[in-house]
């Protein structure tokens, strides 16, 4: 049986990657709510699109960014696709 990869392995291992890193501005969202914003680089979008045949526009339109976090240190985001245009 394979050994699982413990949470912080798995940080580690994002870390030790030769991965593109950009650091970007966080901002409050909604004045007055829980939420903040952060801007994605074009690249990551633009890649991402082009995985589905969509163009970056079609692509925002289509799908929503999802934020994974609390099982290990900090966060990983991923895209998913929309179900019925809503996210």
Same mark, same amino acid.
């Given at each position: /049986?394979?050994?699982?990869?413990? !949470?912080?392995? #798995?940080?580690? /291992? &994002?870390?030790?990657?030769?991965?593109?890193?950009r650091e970007y501005r966080l901002r409050t969202? &909604? !004045?007055?709510?829980?939420? &903040? $914003?952060?801007? %994605? !680089? %074009? $690249?990551? #979008? =633009? *890649? $991402?699109? *082009?995985?589905?045949?969509?163009?970056? $526009? =079609? %692509?925002?339109?289509?799908?929503?960014? #999802?934020?994974? %976090?609390?099982?290990?240190?900090? #966060?990983?985001?991923?895209?998913?696709?929309?179900?019925?245009?809503?996210?």
């Amino acid at each position: /049986m394979a050994r699982r990869r413990r !949470p912080k392995d #798995v940080t580690r /291992m &994002i870390h030790e990657t030769h991965s593109l890193r950009r650091e970007y501005r966080l901002r409050t969202a &909604i !004045p007055g709510k829980k939420y &903040i $914003e952060v801007t %994605f !680089p %074009f $690249e990551v #979008v =633009e *890649r $991402e699109a *082009r995985k589905v045949n969509l163009t970056v $526009e =079609e %692509f925002c339109e289509q799908y929503t960014a #999802v934020a994974l %976090f609390d099982g290990f240190d900090g #966060v990983f985001y991923t895209f998913r696709k929309r179900h019925n245009g809503t996210a």
